[in-house]
């Protein structure tokens, strides 16, 4: 039975007064309505000029505004699309906070849902995307990545459908980041032990079979002229010994 111009008035009445609480609104019935109030809150977020001030909307308004429903979703174990839950899942990428974009990007894919239109691109591939850009930012700082990129590289490496360029900056990444000194630099003399060297060479391999022009061949040079060199060092040690 369809409801009267009146009565979908006092739903989006009521619907607002919840969000504006920070109380979950059940999705099911009220989704068209959800929809309209989330694009509205979509575009005023885009009309502030700072992407800083937009980071802080994000964290202080939207997602407390959001999560309770999102939240309410979860737990009620019922799947459809549900463009709130995507939303949420990019503002918590945004605003740093991982361990919950995470766990939420991992349900959304297992659920299919669908990235907002804007984004050009599926989840696994967004959230491969975010994760790569952000571990690169963090290692050049000089500031763990774990445990969120060997979270993600598994996914990447085992689970998840991505173009072949995408996977192979991932591999790319995993073996330069072995060969990262205490000084920020990668570099294959900085690394003494054989074992590493290799692991990171097979990282390189990989990421050059997914990708011919993954751009890997000069440090992969490099890396087996270090091990030779070591070996040889191994070996004429062990000769002196005798």
Known sequence: MSLSPAQRHNQRIEMEQKLKLS????????????IKALET?????????????????????????????VEAYLASGQVYANPVLAWCVIWLFDVGDL??????????????????????????????DTMLAWAQESAGRGESIEPY????FENVATKWRLHE???????????????RGDDGQKSAASVD???????????????????SKAGVSTQRQTIAARIRRLE??????NSNQV
């Open 23 to 34: 109380l979950a609104v059940g999705t099911t019935e009220s989704m068209h309505l959800l």
């Open 41 to 69: 809150d979509v575009e005023q977020l885009r009309n502030l000029p700072l992407i800083a001030d937009r980071v802080e909307h994000k964290r202080n308004v939207l997602l407390p505004k959001w999560v309770p429903t």
């Open 99 to 128: 361990d919950t974009a995470l766990d939420w990007a991992d349900l959304a894919i297992e659920q299919q849902q669908a990235t907002p239109e804007r984004l050009r691109s599926n989840f696994p591939t967004f959230v491969a």
């Open 149 to 152: 990129f060997s979270r993600t």
């Open 165 to 179: 360029q995408v996977t192979a900056k991932w591999y790319k990444f995993a073996g330069l980041q072995l060969l």
């Open 193 to 211: 032990d054989i074992d590493t060297l290799k692991k990171a060479d097979e990282l390189l391999a990989i990421a050059e079979q997914h990708y």
């Open 232 to 237: 040889k060092e191994l070996k004429d040690g």
